[in-house]
């Protein structure tokens, strides 16, 4: 009997060695952490830690407008260990700028999986803001100085909505660069700055809380998550709008297709569980599950798509 639990022990030992010193898997995330990009990479590494016995860290990498981090994870080895979550900025607008020295991460990251769509909302301080979009154009072309705002980065989703508001209006905007959303909307609800295009996980809770005004949407629709917030085309800007934005799941380019499906099946798997739906029912956003495949083909559209935007803006 004692030799048969040696023996048991003999098998047993090497491969719980092999598990504890497995090395994690780490999200890294571009932003600073409070935003919609930071909650759904914690719900996905969550869900990847139970279902796949495995240690998953996330890491708030931030810079460059969201693109600091991506350019870190296309450098590492591609072997599934190190994923990203991206957004429009760096994978769909840097490349298209004129002069752009960006690199093309759609070409240096493989897509995993479409998670969530979120809304860009311009949201101003209730006290010292402008009171609705109109009012914000007005403003910004009464005042010499004009109307300072802050977005997630340059050159990010929520800075382009702003300075295509200004070519549509003519409204007189100067751009105050943040390292995400959360920071930003402190200083507007502080009234540090009168106003800001956020995502709007960010800013959702603090309209509701009456801490912030909502002034639009940047989206063509409504947002499911927050229905009431009327578009900015609907607050007197016809035709303005571009389809919600998104984060999606990235692994280093030339990582095995095999690794990437597996990592795409668990996901949609987490994305389907009822506390992930409740964790992006709170983020404010969407859930928008695309497999691989489908999301490699979304983004090559999109950026097509992008590409003439940023041609039309920058002329």
Do not use: C
């Not at 022990?9 to 930071?38: E, T, W, Y």
């Not at 910004?140 to 909505?161: D, F, W």
């Not at 016809?238 to 095995?256: D, E, N, S, W």
């Amino acid at each position: 009997m004692r030799v048969g639990w040696i023996l048991l022990l003999a098998l047993l030992l090497p491969a719980a060695a092999s598990a504890q010193n497995q090395k994690p898997i780490r999200i890294i995330v571009p932003f600073a952490p409070g935003a919609s990009a930071d909650g759904i990479a914690r719900a996905i590494a969550t869900g990847l830690g139970e279902r796949m016995g495995r240690t998953v860290v996330v890491e708030n990498s931030v810079g460059a407008g969201g693109s600091l981090g991506l350019i870190n994870v296309a450098k590492s080895s591609p072997d599934g260990d190190t994923l990203a979550v991206g957004a429009t900025g760096a994978l769909l607008i840097n490349p298209h700028l004129p002069s752009s020295t960006a690199p093309d991460l759609l070409r240096e990251l493989a897509p995993v999986a479409k998670l969530i769509e979120v809304g860009v909302v311009v949201v101003a301080n209730p006290t010292v803001g402008p009171k609705s979009i109109k009012d914000l154009i007005a403003q910004s072309k009464a005042r010499p100085e004009g109307l300072s705002y802050g977005s997630t980065g340059v050159y990010t989703g929520q800075h382009i909505t702003m300075e295509l508001l200004k070519k549509a209006t003519g409204a007189n905007l100067t751009h105050v660069p943040y390292r995400g959303s959360a920071p930003a909307v402190v200083d507007v609800i502080a009234g540090q700055i009168p106003l800001a295009a956020v995502d709007i996980t960010s800013a959702y809770p603090h309209v509701a809380a009456g801490r912030l005004r909502a002034l639009g949407m940047g989206e063509t629709k409504r947002s499911a998550a927050a229905p009431e917030i009327p578009t900015i085309a609907e607050e007197g800007v016809p035709g303005f709008g571009r389809v919600g934005g998104f984060i999606g799941l990235f692994a280093p380019a030339g990582t095995p297709p095999a690794v990437v499906k597996k990592l795409s099946a668990e996901v949609a798997e987490i994305l389907k569980t009822p506390a992930v739906q409740a964790n992006v029912k709170a983020l404010t956003a969407t859930v928008a599950y695309e497999d691989d495949a489908s999301s490699a083909s979304f983004l090559a559209g999109e950026s097509e798509r992008w590409k003439v935007v940023i041609k039309d803006l920058f002329k």
